[in-house]
Nanobody
Framework: QVQLVESGGGLVQAGGSLRLSCAASGSIFSINTMGWYRQAPGKQRELVAAITSGGSTNYADSVKGRFTISRDNAKNTVYLQMNSLKPEDTAVYYC??????????????WGQGTQVTVSS
């Protein structure tokens, strides 16, 4: 099947930077849109940023100008560069991808999540 494995979370001071990575593996035929979501304690999961297979991007208003999403199609990997981090960016960050597998079935897949904590 398909797995999404995230890495790069951690603890950082306000104003600092982190880079998240998410690699997809398995019986993949193609990967369509990839994205990052986050969920803070007591809040709903929200979209942070997404990128299509062609490279078009969109961002949540709260992260525009600070976060950059990118992908390496050859490596089936999506990245989230997070700069000027704020305490309110503290959350579990999840990678998600719209993937067509070898049988041509298409589904959304999710990573296990990685904790990002920004201290003030």
């Amino acid at each position: 099947q398909v797995q999404l494995v995230e890495s790069g979370g951690g603890l950082v001071q306000a104003g600092g930077s982190l880079r998240l990575s998410c690699a997809a593996s398995g019986s993949i035929f193609s990967i369509n849109t990839m994205g990052w979501y986050r969920q803070a304690p007591g809040k709903q999961r929200e979209l942070v940023a997404a990128i299509t297979s062609g490279g078009s991007t969109n961002y949540a208003d709260s992260v525009k100008g600070r976060f950059t999403i990118s992908r390496d199609n050859a490596k089936n990997t999506v990245y989230l560069q997070m700069n000027s981090l704020k305490p309110e960016d503290t959350a579990v960050y999840y990678c998600a991808a719209d993937i067509t597998i070898a049988t041509l079935d298409r589904s959304d897949y999710w990573g296990q999540g990685t904790q990002v904590t920004v201290s003030s």
